[in-house]
């Protein structure tokens, strides 16, 4: 195993790995709940060659996208992406669902890297309407200095792989115990209230001074693990395409099962605790599954 340091905080390290092994994977970072860089986890991807911005034009040039409420064709906002620079960046995230609506394209982003498995965002016993509206597979476009809107940790504490496809994107990770110092806004647990965490107002966000923010460079080829709970946000230094990925299983069901509980309460205590009988005996059924190697 070969291993990079990208960033060191505090007592915070993070390092790009190639070759890991699964059993390392899992210990140092799945159930450790580690950030990682991997380096070579999409290697047997078609994407890496294929999702070229031509081919996005070429292909898919009049499909609409909806970025920050306006409506743009997408060889438009590819032109923008590409002329854009830091000043005067073009409007991020331009996302595509590729589950919903190009699931032709599914085949160019298999296989599922070991990393990311197992997963029972699509198990048949996980009830859809658990997962709410997370989009668990999705390709971002962004311009130089296109910067995700929020800080955040991912809808109901799933696990996200972040795979650069094309081009440099820099990210900031924070760790879930400073989830105070972030100001989580009342409403969305998940989001921060801090609107510029590279340029924080201080007198407004007096205990982000408590923050320890990590950020390193993610090139082409390269997958960043963001394990459950971390916060975390993006910018582009270069036009990028890179590919969103979401993961559940039982490194993060307890936190899974705590957000999904929440957000039904909020609704209907009666349906939260239904929810909670329903997971508790799910985990359980996983656990057996998963020892005997049966994916459901
Ligand atoms: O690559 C990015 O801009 C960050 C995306 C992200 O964190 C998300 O969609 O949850
Ligand atoms: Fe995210």
């Excluded at 929020?150 to 792989?161: P, Q, R, S």
Aim: net charge neutral; aromatic share 14%.
């Amino acid at each position: 195993m070969d291993t990079i340091e990208l960033a060191k905080v505090g007592n915070y390290t993070v390092e790009k790995k190639y070759n890991l092994t699964y059993e390392a994977f899992a210990e140092k970072h799945l159930f450790a709940n580690y950030p990682v860089v991997l380096g070579d986890a999409c290697k047997d991807w078609k994407a890496k060659e294929k999702f070229t911005t031509q081919f996005f034009k070429e292909k898919y040039g009049d499909r609409e996208v909806w970025i920050e409420g306006k409506t743009f064709k997408l060889a438009d906002y590819i032109d923008l992406m590409e002329t854009a620079n830091e000043d005067n960046p073009a409007p991020y995230p331009c996302k595509l669902q590729i589950d919903r609506n190009y699931p032709e394209l599914i085949p160019d982003v298999s296989p599922r890297f070991k990393y990311a498995m197992p997963d029972w965002c699509h198990s048949k016993l996980m009830p859809k309407k658990f997962l709410g509206h997370a989009d668990t597979l999705e390709i971002f476009f962004g311009s130089p200095g296109g910067m995700f809107p929020y800080v955040h940790y991912d809808y109901l504490c799933l696990h996200a792989y972040i795979t650069q496809i094309q081009g440099y994107k820099e990210f900031t990770v924070i760790p879930p115990h400073q989830t105070e110092f972030v100001y989580p806004v009342k409403e969305n647990l998940w989001v921060s209230e801090i609107p510029n965490i590279y340029n924080i107002d201080y007198e407004k966000f007096p205990k982000a001074k408590q923050l320890t923010p990590i950020t390193f460079t993610v090139g082409p080829g390269e997958t960043l693990f963001i394990p459950c709970g971390w916060w975390h946000t993006a910018k582009s230094l270069t036009p990028t395409i890179s590919i969103a990925q979401d993961s559940l299983n039982q490194s993060n069901f307890d936190q899974f099962q705590k957000e999904v509980e929440m957000s039904l309460n909020k609704r209907s205590s009666f349906k939260s605790k239904l929810a909670k009988i329903y997971l508790n005996k799910m985990i359980r059924l996983m656990k057996t599954l998963d020892k005997k190697g049966i994916r459901v």
